[in-house]
């Protein structure tokens, strides 16, 4: 089995499936030689004459070039430049009429001849065998030499590949009838193909170069192997091969001389072949010995109406109604005037259009020459199309679907490997013009893809955009946010006043987020003293971080930042207590609100006090204003409860003349316990907050075990039983008042307006409310009773404490004090017991309420039960007087003194001689009553 490097050696040829043998017509213009023809006087150069991109202009319009001088630059790879085919000067630059079927325009270059038809200067390389293949094909590629033989692909780039090339093979067939150009090159420029041969084999070094020339050419296989011979080189072979149509086009040539196929979707340089037509030779033999660049090439001239038929070497440019001239060509009237081959080429649309380098032929046919087309007929499926199909193709099937516009089943039946020779429409009995619906059909598909690549890059472009947009988004809000992130990391943490008050300020907007509404005008005045209490903490703060180097000056700022939190924390409470009671929708019971109020002023004292106890190493100043802060706080929660229970006797009116409203028998009751559980509730907030204020009033205070008892001054200790005395009897006084307004509203009745008429109670209600005030009289006897000891009391601290005595002046102003309590606390139950009986009524005419003689009984057995244990009470408030506090294992009793013990026992007799007076005068008013 031989190689096929031997089969080609030994001469072996192979054919390829269908092809056909049109008249080949070829003497009309092979006869003579090449023709010179003159330099027109007006050029028009195409940018673009090959497949791909075209270059950059470098001229514009006014410019003078010399010939051969580059009009414009390859800016792509598949950009080819072109050359001033002669010097003179460029007229316009725009849109003109090319060679093309479609009769589009394309940007040219007009250019106006001066006739001198002067060169540039040139540099003719005598020796290029010594040049390296890259510098060779740049060569190429600046002369703007594209496939001669009609393709025009970039001949530089064809010769860039990568693929080890083992045939080289030269095109000479010229299959297409009509066409002698290559044939009389071939006859006239043998030795220069050669040598254009030779440096194409200097880049590729193939094994074999093969020469493929039809048989109908006999004188240019003579001319060219005698060319061969010259050259002494068994590298390069001439083979002549069988007239068949299409056997010029490059696969089939391929399959001729080596007998393989080339794959669909392959190129011939995947199987080590590479192909150029002997016209491409001689251009690059050209351009590297002599250095010119394509600027003319050889041209058919032919046909019956062609009067001068042959071939003329004519300049890229040349307008091809001036070529009609100088052949003494005259088209016949209503017949095309045919570029290329009667197979492949086209018909012209406008004859002002110019040369171009793959434009080889321009055929002027008679009427019997080229008879019309006729009218097509319907096909008969008879497969001669399918017959003559080089690529073995079904060109019947083709035809209905690119008729039918089904592009897609087209494509799938290989559309694109359609050659176009026409050899299918040549042999067609129904003159169907099948290439030119192929071709339709192709343009269709390749809009449709183009359309969808740039819809696809269109997509991209989109999502970039997208994604810049929001990079840039979120770059923008990094940059709001680095500020703050950076300042917080630079300075010192916040300080407690700054946390306290942003946590207030949080907290009290989630609590009045429901109720506040933006037409509340206490709820914005709140809001706007919040905003400015931050502000004032955050200055606070900047002043306390600026101030940090000197450590004066930051624990002056921390005082007076902790000062402010403070006071913003008691106006926040103040604050939050008005703006409940204004937006709240249904007014709260006055028994809760008494209760609320009473609760808030606990914490308030709690927290005084706690902000007023000190370390055992502070002075003696510095106890002075906890008493004080206490005793304002004490002031406070009675100012407190007066105002809730003022609001226990509202009236509910309606215009001027209101109608009285009676409140049923188990609103009553319940008002009547809640009263009383306000009462008791606020009698034991009293109680605690005297007891807590009683030990910071004697100002000692006892840290650690071994911590030394601190006694206070004199001065000291008389000032807080003082505060202490006013506080109980402000107590005592917020209690009566307390009484004196709950106990009309315990009998159920309420006026509104001058003529409103009396509401009488029922029993039940007087018995509950006559209960309830006797349980308030009990309770306020042992407020005052647990008083009275506080305030004689020693406090003292840790294990070892010493006991503390006070001096006689402080224990006799300590009794004067209990005694005056007590005094008050018989005057508040005198008061309150007369009250039990009464009724309430509202207006000018307004009636007595009558109690039965069952309430009076009730009253009476509750007057006695109150008198009972407030002489209780002033028995035990008599020993306490003299009694002592100690505190510690090892503290010793303080021993009163004789002339305190008396005082004590006189305050005692005065308390219960007033306690009987009030039973009396309660028993006289029952008698009167009863009468």
């Not at 109604?321 to 290329?340: C, E, H, K, M, R």
Request: glycine share 6%; aromatic share 2%.
């Amino acid at each position: 089995m031989h190689t096929l490097l031997e089969q080609i050696d030994r001469g072996q040829l192979w054919t390829f499936p269908g092809g056909i043998h049109p008249p080949q017509r070829k003497s009309l213009s092979n006869q003579s030689a090449i023709s010179q023809l003159p330099v027109p006087k007006q050029l028009v150069i195409p940018t673009k004459q090959h497949i791909g991109a075209p270059g950059r202009v470098l001229v514009k319009v006014g410019d003078k070039v010399l010939k051969g001088q580059a009009l414009t630059e390859a800016d792509s790879p598949m950009a080819v430049p072109v050359h001033a085919p002669t010097s003179g000067t460029i007229s316009a630059i725009g849109p003109m009429p090319i060679a093309h079927a479609s009769g589009l325009p394309e940007l040219c270059i007009e250019l106006q001849s001066d006739g001198a038809d002067q060169w540039r200067p040139q540099q003719p390389i005598e020796a290029p065998q010594q040049l390296e293949p890259k510098v060779l094909r740049r060569i190429i590629a600046a002369a703007g030499i594209a496939g001669m033989g009609g393709a025009t692909f970039p001949s530089a780039v064809k010769l860039a590949t990568q693929d080890d090339i083992r045939y080289l093979l030269i095109n000479g067939a010229e299959c297409e009838p009509y066409i002698t150009a290559d044939d009389r090159l071939m006859r006239e420029y043998a030795e220069q193909i050669v040598q254009g041969i030779e440096l194409l084999c200097q880049i590729l070094s193939p094994e074999r170069v093969i020469i493929a020339i039809e048989d109908n050419k006999p004188e240019a296989i003579k001319t060219l192997t005698a060319a061969v011979a010259k050259v002494d080189s068994n590298q390069i072979i001439v083979r002549s091969i069988p007239t068949k149509y299409p056997s010029g086009s490059e696969k089939q040539l391929i399959e001729i001389v080596t007998g393989q196929q080339v794959p669909k979707g392959k190129l011939p340089a995947d199987l080590g072949i590479l192909m150029h037509n002997v016209g491409t030779c001689y251009a690059v033999k050209r351009a590297v010995f002599d250095d010119e660049p394509l600027i003319e090439r050889v041209v058919t001239v032919t046909g019956e109406q062609a009067r001068q038929a042959g071939n003329y070497w004519v300049r890229i440019g040349t307008q091809i109604d001036w070529l009609l001239q100088q052949s003494n060509t005259q088209p016949a009237p209503q017949q095309p005037l045919i570029v290329g081959g009667p197979m492949m080429g086209f018909a012209l649309p406008d004859t002002s259009a110019s040369i171009t380098k793959g434009c080889n032929c321009i055929i002027a046919p008679s009427t019997t020459e080229l008879p019309a087309q006729p009218q097509p007929r319907n096909c008969i499926r008879c497969g001669e199309c399918a017959q003559a199909c080089p690529q073995q193709l079904l060109p019947q099937q083709l035809f209905w679907h690119s008729q039918a516009a089904e592009y897609d089943k087209a494509e799938s039946l290989n559309l694109f490997d359609c050659i176009e020779c026409g050899a299918c429409a040549f042999v067609c009995p129904s003159d169907i013009p099948l290439v030119q619906h192929y071709r339709v059909a192709k343009a269709a598909v390749r809009e449709e893809k183009a359309a969808a690549t740039k819809a696809a890059a269109a997509k991209v472009r989109f999502e970039a955009r997208q994604a810049r947009l929001e990079k840039e988004k979120q770059e923008r809000e990094n940059r709001h946010k680095r500020p703050a992130s950076t300042n917080v990391a630079k300075g010192a943490a916040p300080s407690a006043a700054v946390l306290a008050a942003i946590a207030k300020l949080k907290a009290d907007k989630a609590a009045t987020a429901d109720t506040a509404t933006p037409t509340d005008m206490a709820e914005q005045r709140r809001l706007r003293k919040e905003q400015a209490r931050a502000a004032k903490a955050e200055q606070a703060q900047q002043q306390e971080q600026a101030g940090s180097d000197n450590p004066r000056k930051a624990a002056a700022a921390a005082a007076i930042a902790k000062a402010k939190a403070k006071r913003a924390q008691a106006q926040n409470s103040a604050d939050s207590t008005a703006s409940e009671q204004s937006s709240s929708a249904k007014p709260k019971s006055p028994a809760i609100a008494a209760a609320i109020a009473k609760a808030k002023a606990k914490q308030a004292a709690e927290q005084g006090n706690g902000a007023g106890s000190t370390d055992s190493n502070n002075s003696d100043t510095a106890k002075r204003p906890a008493g004080v802060a206490a005793a304002i706080a004490k002031a406070k929660a009675k100012q407190a409860a007066e105002q809730s229970a003022s609001t226990d006797n509202s009236v509910i009116s309606n215009s001027d003349g209101a109608v009285p409203v009676a409140a049923n028998a188990g609103d009553k009751r319940k008002a009547a316990v809640a009263a009383a559980i306000a009462k008791a509730k606020a009698k034991q907030a009293v109680q605690q907050a005297a007891e807590q204020a009683a030990p910071s009033d004697d100002g000692v205070t006892g840290s650690g075990e071994d911590a030394a008892p601190v006694a206070a001054s004199t001065d000291d200790k008389r000032k807080a039983a003082v505060a202490a005395a006013i506080a109980k009897a402000k107590a005592k006084q917020a209690v009566q008042q307390a009484a004196e307004q709950a106990a009309p509203s315990d009998d159920g009745v309420t006026g509104s307006g001058e003529d409103a008429a009396p509401v009488a109670a029922s029993a039940d209600d007087k018995r509950k409310a006559a209960v309830a005030a006797a349980i308030a009289k009990a309770k306020a006897k042992k407020v005052a009773e647990q008083a009275a000891p506080s305030d004689e009391g020693v406090t003292g601290g840790g294990e070892d404490a010493a006991p503390v005595a006070a001096s006689a002046d402080d224990k006799r102003q300590a009794a004067v004090a209990a005694a005056i309590a007590k005094a008050k606390a018989k005057k508040a139950a005198e008061q309150a017991a007369p009250s039990d009986d009464g009724g309430t009524g509202s207006g000018e005419n307004a009636a007595p309420v009558a109690a039965s003689a069952d309430d009076k009984r009730k009253a009476a057995v509750a007057a006695a039960i109150a008198k009972a244990k407030a002489k209780k009470a002033a028995e035990q408030a008599a020993p306490s007087d003299d009694g002592g506090t100690g505190s510690g294992e090892n503290a010793a009793p303080v021993a009163a003194s004789a002339d305190d013990k008396r005082k004590a026992a006189v305050a005692a007799a005065i308390a219960k001689a007033k306690a009987k007076k009030a039973a009396e005068q309660a028993t006289v008013s029952e008698d009167k009553e009863k009468q």
